[in-house]
């Protein structure tokens, strides 16, 4: 059964074939333009208060929702060419975090965790 971030990466690996982009996909590249994308999404809530960023208005949205987009793309594309498993990876690093952070030890607080044995 092939899930929707593996049909995903299927698409994004023909969208780059079909335009002969593989050979400047290397995780290099790839890292790049995600951090440029991260970046770009970041901008869409410079200078907005905490209550404007949880309500932006729909124009402010619309980007926000086209810098996600692209983030995700960057992120799925770049996790598949160093042949990651990206929900794998993520259902391991909230494993760890769930380790990490006690629930009772750390309830309503931002402070972090000293660091685990993979930092």
Do not use: I
Request: aromatic residues 6%; without cysteine; hydrophobic residues 40%.
């Amino acid at each position: 059964m092939t899930t929707e971030l593996e049909q995903l990466a299927e698409r994004l690996r023909a969208f780059a074939r079909v335009r002969d982009w593989e050979q400047f996909h290397t995780p290099k590249n790839l890292a790049m333009a995600l951090a440029g994308e991260v970046g770009e999404l970041v901008a869409e809530f410079q200078w907005l208060t905490a209550e404007e960023s949880g309500s932006p208005d729909p124009d402010a949205l619309a980007r926000m929702r086209t810098e996600l987009g692209d983030v995700t793309l960057y992120l799925v594309r770049l996790a598949d060419v160093l042949g990651v498993d990206l929900m794998e990876a993520a259902r391991a690093k909230l494993d760890e975090n769930d380790r990490r952070y006690d629930a009772d030890l750390y309830r309503g607080s931002a402070r972090k965790a000293p660091p685990s044995s993979n930092d």
